[in-house]
């Protein structure tokens, strides 16, 4: 039964109010994601032009001679350390050199593995 109230409910309304939160949350979400994405590639940017500028002009590290790495200086070179989990000269593992994962160079701490100081 319907008593002249135009064809629109309280319901209309409220579904009608939620699409309009529904939309401005949208937007604002994509605005904020459209933001967070071209400030993130800006600075990657700058970041990438400054190590560049920086490698022309700076000098090579002098503890890795501008290689970046350098041999592992806890396994020599072997990719492996003898390992007791306790003082037991009778008892020793190999283990894998959690310093080089057994890649037998390591990143030079001087440089951070750049190459240049």
Not at 80 to 99: G, H, K, Q
Not at 101 to 107: H, Y
Request: proline share 4%; glycine share 14%.
């Amino acid at each position: 039964m319907d008593f002249g109230g135009g064809g629109r409910s309280a319901g209309d309304r409220a579904r009608r109010q939620l699409q309009a939160v529904g939309r401005l949350a949208a937007y604002l979400g994509g605005g904020f994601l459209l933001l967070s994405a071209a400030s993130s590639v800006a600075v990657r940017s700058l970041r990438a032009l400054s190590d560049a500028n920086q490698r022309k002009f700076a000098t090579p590290c002098g503890a890795c001679a501008g290689k970046g790495t350098y041999a592992c200086r806890l396994c020599r070179g072997t990719t492996t350390i003898e390992w007791s989990p306790m003082y037991d000269p009778v008892f020793v593992n190999p283990c894998l050199c959690p310093t080089c994962d057994g890649k037998r160079v390591q990143r030079c701490l001087n440089c951070l593995g750049k190459g240049f100081a």
